[in-house]
């Protein structure tokens, strides 16, 4: 199990590092969907099976395939960025490694380097779906109207305006 | 057997790329992306606590993992939105050039 933990953790960090590393903007979501496929299967071997289907079903296949449209739709031919980070890069890598370091500083002081699961429970998508439809109903409600202001919202801010006036 | 502590730093690292990420790229997407990065730590984080907490028969990590996810999936939607209209506005998505709130 702890050489699974380990191969896994290692894919997942090398597909985000590169997709935040990497010069071509599609590339980079490309190594984005190994880091959000690593950790759907981190979830599996967590034991929540439903959530790590949901990651593969909403980050791999929704948002990294958003992310590809609006690349596509935003990228001008023939220009190519000469520099891929911003000119405040130095200020943002060392805010990034201070947190880093303030959190992995926090973990190994916390004594969570001993504690192991409890036995395996047995999560079935039965029990999920009946506590969202009794204890977690006025949530999963919510969360439906959430979806779709938001998605009317998004349909309306990236309107464009001028095809209303002609 | 993988202790919390593995999962806790992978975590930690993972937003510290996301976080890195958001900080330095010049595309607006690919800051989006990073955001995306420290949403899924935090519901990596839910995922390891669930497992390892004292009474995992209980959902309560899981369920708040899938309200996390749908969180996100709107938040990605409505970014990417805000970025379309901001290239139809100044035709960039270069962070260093949008530089003014006004048109």
């Not at chain 1, 599609?26 to 599996?44: E, I, R």
């Not at chain 2, 790229?25 to 420290?38: D, Q």
């Not at chain 2, 309560?60 to 969180?71: C, E, K, L, Q, R």
Request: charged share 10%; with cysteine; proline share 3%.
């Amino acid at each position: 199990m702890t050489a699974a933990f380990f191969i896994l953790a290692a894919l997942t960090v090398a597909g985000t590092a590169a997709a935040m590393g990497l010069r071509n903007a599609v590339h980079c979501v490309l190594a984005l969907t190994v880091g959000f496929a690593g950790v759907a299967a981190l979830y599996l071997q967590l034991g929540a099976q439903f959530v790590g289907l949901t990651q593969i079903m909403v980050y791999v296949g929704a948002v990294a395939i958003l992310a590809v449209f609006a690349i596509m739709m935003t990228h001008k031919p023939g220009e190519d960025q000469p520099r891929i980070f911003s000119s405040h890069w130095v200020v943002g890598g060392v805010v990034a490694a201070a947190v880093f370091s303030v959190l992995a500083w926090a973990i190994s002081s916390s004594g969570t380097a001993n504690q192991f699961p409890p036995p395996e429970p047995s999560v079935t998508v039965l029990a999920i779906g009946d506590s969202l439809m009794h204890t977690y109903v006025l949530p999963l409600e919510l969360m439906g109207l959430l979806l779709t202001a938001a998605l009317i919202g998004a349909v309306v801010i990236a309107m464009d305006r001028r095809e209303e006036t002609k | 057997m993988t202790s919390l502590q593995n999962y806790l730093i992978l975590s930690s690292l993972l937003f510290s790329i996301g976080l890195a990420g958001a900080l330095t790229r010049r595309n607006a997407i690919l800051v989006l992306i990073g955001i995306e990065l420290m949403l899924n730590a935090a519901n990596l984080n839910f995922i390891a606590f669930w497992r390892y907490g004292p009474n995992p028969s209980h959902l309560t990590g899981i369920m708040f993992a899938i309200f996390s996810i749908t969180v996100a999936a709107a938040e990605a939607a409505v970014g990417l939105g805000i970025i379309l209209a901001a290239y139809r506005h100044s035709r960039t998505t270069d962070l260093d050039q949008m530089n003014s709130l006004k048109g």
